[in-house]
Each structure stands twice: as structure tokens, then as C-alpha cells.
């Protein structure tokens, strides 16, 4: 296009972007700060939490609790009000824990508490560990290096509030196992990816690439992992590792989803989810069911308003995301024709600590929006965080496809102290922080199902889905 055109071209659409701004009626901000007062009261997102880990517990997916959880999650939708509960199906491969163990052989022979690693397969091992202090060396190491030896990953997790230490350490435990495998190792044991000192590994999920032989991957508690320290310096270390998992076949769960209605005919709707899995050591109460607990008490308390929003507020409990945001890319696939629908979408999936920023990914005409809804959260100890945040786990399927994303970030501090291990139960959950919780995504899901004007949600051109 010719530079005169160009200019031609913003010159008239200038005035029309000026007009487009998104923005929230000063009677919805009011309504939205009695909203926020009265989830602060109210004990909704507790009692659905403690429900979820009380009477159906872990939940991996493709068991007998994951079909309980589908039903509880139906019903319990119901039991709050949401005018419209379905499901839809979410198909995947079956793993599964019978047994795990492993011990220091010889001469300082005694046991190491391990977990095995989700998409590990079975097998019994016996044989020398090499050790690693990173991803990057074991890269580094020549092929055939590690033939008849299992690699031990000593990568140590930095604890930090926004979760980064654990995505700088991803690749330990994704693709570490498969790196050693192609080098010649026979097992895999790592240091757990979590912050807590208490003798409990953490699990988590691992893939092998395509024509890598799968070996026996197992996460070390920390002390474990301080332990094979120590003894490596005293000399060579045999270790047995045996597990008894492994993939079992297809399972179809579902994504189970409940919606509030708007008033105002509109088909759009906002997006609060989480997800309804979880591994299998504890009872996973921060991850997820704290989640589940914050998004359906939030849509049943905008569901009790007289006046209900404009547009509908769809809170989704997505199947298997532990195993790879299964039931979110199926979700997303399936929902493909209607992306624009999606007016805001954002997720609880970071535990139950309190909120301290929010953030959205909506472009320049909705970034009014973004402060009016700041202004609403900034009492509940929330600062608007504008160079900050990002999708949650489930959402980033939708955010690929074009939804816009909205963040609300808690404070992870202590999050990976019970992450994907036997410590993540209902105790460490604190009703006060888990009602401030509920206080913000009612608030955001409210305001952004009022607004007037959209958040930029579109599908994306060239999508290739």
C-alpha cells in the first residue's frame, strides 16, 4: 500500500477506534464492589473444595475416582444453581501407578523415597548412577555415555512467588528421561521438581520421543536426592529402581462445564476454569480442586444477582490436564467455529495463596476495560500488573486459537512445598486466602460479562488447528 493510502487509511479509522473503546457502566463497578464484599463472606468456594477432597480424593485421570469426580462435578453445578450442566468427552491414553521403590545397593545398601514419573513404563533396573546438575549437561553428555548406567538429574528448583523456578526446571522432567534414553541409560531418577524438605517426591509427567526406547523414570524426595550426594562422594553408587506402571489403554473422561445465563441475549460469554484431575498422591486440594472450589462459587454467587450480566459466565472443570491440557486442546478443538464467543477467558490453576496482581492480554481498545476492573480488584489487595502475567495451563489452547487471556496471580511462594506430591491435602488450604479468591474471579467474570464493547477475542488468522 502507497504511503498516501495508508495515511488515508488511518485518518478515517482513527475516529472509529476512538468510538470502539470497551469500557464497564459506573452501575456495574458498583455492583461488582457488593459482589466482592460478599464473596469475601461467603464459604461457597471452602465447602465445594472440601467436598471434592473429602469424598472423591486423588483423582488420575483414567481411574475409578476420575469417572466419581465427573459426576460429583455435575451434580455439584447443579446443587449451585448454574442453569445449563453438560459434559464433553475427553479421550486419552491410560496410565497407571501399582507400585514404586527403590533402594542403594552394597555397601550403604537402605531405601530412597521415589515416585514414579507419569508416562514412565514399567521394568526392574539395577545399576550405576551418573550424575548431572543440569538439563544442559546431560545434553552435553556423549552418545552411548550412559550404556547400563541411569542417569540421577540434580537439578535443584529455585522457590520463587510467580512459579518461574519451575518452568526454568521443565525440561528435567519432560525431557530429561528421554535425553538419558538416547544416550544409553537404563533408568532415570531425578531430584523431585518442588521446594519442600519433607521426605516426599514429587510426580509429573514424561514423554519420550519418537523412537526413543521409554526407561524407568522415578523423582527422588530431596533429602533422597541430598543422600545420593553424599554417598557419590564417598565413591560409586548402585541403585535398584522397580517400577510397576504403565500405560493401559484408551479412557474417555469428560470436561464438565456449567453456565450462567446473561440477561442480555448475547451469545458471548466469559471463561473461568480449572481443572478437575489430579495426580495421585495426595488428595490434590491445591491442584485443583482449590480451583474448582474458586470458579464454581464464583459463577453461583453472580448466579444468585437479581439482575444477572449481560453476557453468560461459562465455568469450565477440565479433564486430564495433568497428563498435557488434554481436555483443554479437545475443548478448543472442538470449539473451534466459535472462538469469538469466548469473550475473556482465564484459569485458577496455581493453588490457593493470595492474589497480588491481574493483568489481561486484551489490545489497546479494551485496555480501559483492563483499569476499571483493576480499580474493582485493587481492594482486595490486587495492583495492576500492565508488563505482567499470562494464560493459565488450560487456557493456553484457547489463547493459541484467539481467545484473549486474563490473569489473576497468586502467590506461589509456598505452592511447590506440596505440588504433584502426598502433602497437597485439604489442611494446607486457607479458607480467608481461598475467599479472597473467589472475591476476584467474581469480580473479573462479572465486570468483563458487563462491559460494553469486546477484549479483542478473534480467531486468528492462518490458524491451523
Same mark, same amino acid.
Not at 500500500?1 to 473503546?21: G, K, N, T, Y
Not at 446473561?262 to 451469545?267: H, R, V, Y
Given at each position: 500500500? +502507497?504511503?498516501?493510502?495508508?495515511?488515508?487509511?488511518?485518518?478515517?479509522?482513527?475516529?472509529?477506534?476512538?468510538?470502539?473503546?470497551? $469500557?464497564?457502566?459506573?452501575?456495574?463497578? %458498583? $455492583?461488582?464492589a457488593q459482589l466482592r464484599e460478599q464473596a469475601l463472606a461467603d464459604d461457597t468456594s471452602w465447602r465445594v473444595t472440601e467436598s471434592l477432597t473429602t469424598e472423591i480424593g486423588p483423582r488420575l485421570p483414567g481411574s %475409578?475416582?476420575?469417572?466419581?469426580?465427573?459426576?460429583?462435578?455435575?451434580?455439584?453445578?447443579?446443587?449451585?444453581?448454574?442453569?445449563?450442566?453438560?459434559? %464433553?468427552?475427553?479421550?486419552?491414553?491410560?496410565?497407571?501407578?501399582?507400585?514404586? =521403590?527403590?533402594?542403594v545397593v552394597?555397601?550403604?545398601?537402605?531405601?530412597?523415597? @521415589? $515416585?514414579?514419573?507419569?508416562?514412565?513404563?514399567? #521394568?526392574?533396573?539395577?545399576?550405576?548412577? @551418573?550424575? *548431572?546438575?543440569? *538439563?544442559?549437561?546431560?545434553?552435553?553428555?556423549?552418545?552411548?555415555?550412559?550404556?547400563? +548406567?541411569?542417569? *540421577?538429574?540434580?537439578?535443584?528448583?529455585?522457590?520463587?512467588?510467580? !512459579? =518461574?523456578?519451575?518452568?526454568?526446571?521443565?525440561?528435567?522432567?519432560?525431557?530429561?528421561?528421554? @535425553?538419558?534414553?538416547?544416550? !544409553?541409560?537404563?533408568g532415570y531418577l531425578m531430584r523431585s521438581l518442588g521446594t519442600s524438605h519433607a521426605r516426599v517426591a514429587n510426580t509429573g509427567i514424561t514423554r519420550f520421543a519418537e523412537g526413543v526406547e521409554p526407561i524407568p523414570a522415578a523423582a527422588l524426595s530431596l533429602p533422597d536426592a541430598d543422600q545420593l550426594n553424599r554417598l557419590l562422594e564417598r565413591g560409586p553408587v548402585t541403585v535398584s529402581l522397580s517400577l510397576d506402571v504403565g500405560f493401559d489403554g484408551e479412557y474417555t473422561s469428560h470436561n464438565v462445564i456449567?453456565?450462567?445465563?446473561? &440477561? #442480555?441475549? &448475547?451469545?458471548? *460469554?466469559?471463561?473461568?476454569?480449572s481443572h478437575l484431575d489430579s495426580w495421585d498422591l495426595g488428595t490434590g486440594a491445591i491442584d485443583d480442586a482449590s480451583g474448582v472450589g474458586i470458579t464454581m462459587a464464583a459463577g453461583h454467587l453472580i448466579g444468585q444477582l437479581e439482575q444477572r450480566p449481560r453476557r453468560s459466565i461459562r @465455568?469450565?472443570?477440565?479433564?486430564? %490436564?495433568?497428563?498435557?491440557?488434554? #481436555?483443554?486442546?479437545?475443548?478448543?478443538?472442538?470449539?473451534?467455529?466459535?472462538?469469538?464467543?469466548?469473550?475473556?477467558?482465564?484459569?485458577?490453576?496455581?493453588?490457593? #495463596?493470595?492474589?497480588?496482581?491481574f493483568n489481561t492480554g486484551a489490545p489497546e481498545h479494551a485496555r480501559a476495560a483492563t483499569r476499571q476492573i483493576a480499580q474493582a480488584l485493587a481492594p482486595l489487595g490486587i495492583e495492576h500488573m500492565d508488563d505482567q502475567g499470562g494464560p493459565g495451563p488450560d487456557i493456553i489452547p484457547m489463547v493459541q486459537a484467539g481467545v484473549t487471556w486474563a490473569w489473576l496471580?497468586?502467590?506461589?511462594?509456598?505452592?511447590?512445598?506440596?505440588h504433584h506430591n502426598a502433602n497437597d491435602t485439604l489442611d494446607k488450604v486457607d479458607p480467608q486466602d481461598l475467599a479472597q479468591n473467589t472475591a476476584a474471579y467474581v469480580v473479573l467474570a462479572y465486570l468483563a460479562a458487563e462491559a460494553e464493547g469486546d477484549f479483542g477475542s478473534a480467531p486468528r488468522a492462518g490458524d491451523d488447528r
Open positions: 500500500m +502507497r504511503l498516501a493510502s495508508l495515511l488515508l487509511c488511518l485518518a478515517v479509522a482513527s475516529p472509529a477506534i476512538a468510538q470502539d473503546q470497551t $469500557t464497564i457502566p459506573e452501575a456495574a463497578l %458498583e $455492583t461488582a %475409578e475416582a476420575d469417572a466419581r469426580a465427573v459426576a460429583w462435578a455435575e451434580a455439584k453445578f447443579r446443587a449451585l444453581g448454574f442453569d445449563r450442566v453438560w459434559t %464433553e468427552p475427553v479421550t486419552f491414553p491410560r496410565w497407571v501407578r501399582n507400585s514404586e =521403590s527403590a533402594r552394597g555397601a550403604h545398601a537402605q531405601p530412597l523415597v @521415589v $515416585t514414579a514419573l507419569g508416562g514412565s513404563p514399567g #521394568g526392574d533396573v539395577e545399576a550405576e548412577i @551418573v550424575r *548431572f546438575a543440569d *538439563f544442559a549437561a546431560l545434553e552435553a553428555a556423549p552418545d552411548g555415555s550412559l550404556a547400563g +548406567r541411569i542417569a *540421577f538429574m540434580d537439578f535443584q528448583m529455585e522457590r520463587t512467588a510467580d !512459579g =518461574s523456578g519451575y518452568g526454568d526446571a521443565g525440561p528435567v522432567r519432560s525431557r530429561g528421561p528421554s @535425553v538419558a534414553s538416547s544416550k !544409553g541409560a537404563v456449567g453456565e450462567i445465563t446473561g &440477561s #442480555g441475549g &448475547s451469545d458471548e *460469554f466469559v471463561v473461568i476454569a @465455568v469450565i472443570a477440565f479433564a486430564n %490436564e495433568e497428563q498435557g491440557l488434554i #481436555g483443554a486442546r479437545q475443548y478448543a478443538q472442538r470449539h473451534a467455529d466459535h472462538i469469538g464467543l469466548h469473550l475473556l477467558a482465564a484459569e485458577s490453576d496455581f493453588g490457593a #495463596g493470595r492474589i497480588y496482581g496471580g497468586q502467590d506461589g511462594t509456598q505452592y511447590f512445598d506440596l
